[in-house]
């Protein structure tokens, strides 16, 4: 299989212009897999007016399908009513691999069920950790087990995701592939002049809700600010809990060393990081964060809650890791802020430059594609018994949902055969059009 050019759909709710990790991470993987020659298609759902066919940077086509979020940038469950559009995008689009995206997408899962009715092959990228007791979380592990029994490879975002991944789902381990984030160290570079140390600034960069962590903000800043008269705060991003920050800058009479920048476009996120010295993350939970990644890259020296599978992200030298309390919070930014005499932002720049690539990970991606075009090829009465070990009355309701989509789509097969659906002529990479034009004139060139 080494060689074999894919022709893959990523799918998710979760895409630009909307903007996090799970956006930055599709968008960048699938710009290295054009370059390394395979077909990439994106499906998501309308965001505002941007509905139907857009293309963005390379030529990647992106399908905006005419679906509303419902709850938190989701698409209101239908299980069968989006088989139509998928079966087409599909056919049409002549896609070979089906890449799905963040546990709880329903777009994802919807997806990734119907790729399976129709026998394509079908991976799922995990990039979240989940607990086991609370009511939300029982309930999407149950859909992640659903969705995990006939799946062909899963990847997850670091070691500690894979055991989260593997535990909540039942999936086998040898199925499941680690391949980490990765940071577009181009676009995320130090500030040429190195800033003084006269006056510390520290860096938040996070969507202002309970899972970053939020809360445990308010109560670090305060002591901060009164154990360390140099030090100030540039917080940026949006969130419910943005009013309780609000609230305590008042409070403490902090509005000259706490600002708040509300939502920042992801295209600014560096000029706010290099005007900082620290960049501080809160997150109570955590499978990778990539805004840990883009801060190194920057040349900011990290301080973050040891949860998830932070501690895997930077070597011990360019991070400060605390547990999830505001005194050891307190703790590592004081240790931080006694460390940042010896950070040099250059080095550190380039010494990510070296630990992470999007292109190591598109190869890395690449492989766990060939290893899914490899798995054996079953029919729907093969597949039945994998539903059934999901429980003993899930697994027999996820086996008449799967009976049920196989005969809409036999029914869709006999309304709209697949003949009758008009594929879509292959248009390269822009990329690879301005190669082949640029060596077409040069031999022009040299003819004359």
């Not at 860096?203 to 903000?217: E, F, Q």
């Not at 943005?242 to 509005?255: A, G, I, N, P, T």
């Amino acid at each position: 299989m080494e060689g074999t050019k894919h022709r893959i759909l990523m799918v998710s709710d979760f895409f630009f212009p909307n903007f996090g990790g799970v956006e930055s991470h599709i968008y960048y993987l699938s710009q290295c897999l054009l370059k390394l020659g395979h077909k990439v298609v994106v499906m998501t759902h309308a965001y505002g007016n941007r509905s139907g066919v857009r293309y963005v940077t390379n030529g990647l086509k992106v399908y905006y399908v005419p679906w509303r979020p419902f709850l938190m940038q989701n698409t209101l469950p239908t299980l069968f009513l989006t088989l139509p559009i998928v079966r087409t995008i599909i056919i049409r689009e002549k896609i070979s691999v089906v890449h799905g995206h963040q546990a709880f997408s329903t777009l994802c899962h919807e997806a990734l069920m119907h790729a399976r009715t129709m026998g394509y092959k079908v991976v799922f990228t995990d990039h979240s950790l989940y607990g086991f007791a609370d009511a939300g979380s029982i309930h999407m592990n149950k859909v992640l087990q659903f969705t995990l029994a006939d799946i062909d490879q899963a990847i997850c975002v670091s070691h500690t995701s894979k055991e989260n991944t593997v535990l909540r789902s039942g999936i086998s381990p040898e199925k499941v592939f680690m391949v980490p984030n990765a940071v577009d160290t181009a676009m995320f570079t130090p500030s040429p002049k190195r800033l003084s140390c006269d006056e510390i600034v520290i860096v938040v960069i996070s969507r202002l809700v309970y899972r970053k962590g939020a809360d445990l903000l308010v109560e670090v800043i305060p002591e901060v600010c009164r154990l360390f008269p140099k030090v100030r705060f540039i917080i940026g991003g949006d969130g419910p809990k943005r009013v309780r920050l609000e609230e305590m800058r008042e409070k403490f009479s902090l509005q000259d060393r706490v600002e708040m920048l509300g939502a920042v476009p992801h295209a600014q996120v560096r000029s706010v990081l290099i005007s900082g010295h620290i960049f501080l993350n809160s997150s109570l939970t955590e499978a990778f964060c990539i805004a840990i990644l883009e801060a190194a890259s920057c040349g900011l020296l990290t301080v973050s809650t040891r949860v998830g599978g932070v501690p895997e992200v930077l070597p011990d030298d360019m991070i400060v890791l605390a547990e999830p309390a505001p005194e050891d919070m307190v703790r590592a930014v004081k240790k931080a802020i006694d460390m940042l005499p010896g950070i040099d932002p250059q080095v550190m720049h380039l010494r990510m430059k070296k630990l992470y690539s999007w292109d190591d990970v598109a190869k890395r991606t690449e492989i766990v594609y060939d290893r899914a075009m490899q798995s054996s090829t079953t029919n729907l009465l093969d597949r039945l018994p994998r539903y059934l070990t999901c429980g003993s009355w899930a697994g027999k309701l996820f086996c008449i949902v799967m009976i049920i989509n196989y005969l809409l789509w036999r029914l869709l097969e006999f309304l709209q055969p697949a003949e009758g659906i008009e594929e879509v002529p292959d248009i390269g990479p822009l990329h690879a059009q301005l190669d082949s034009r640029d060596n077409l004139c040069e031999a022009e060139e040299k003819r004359i």
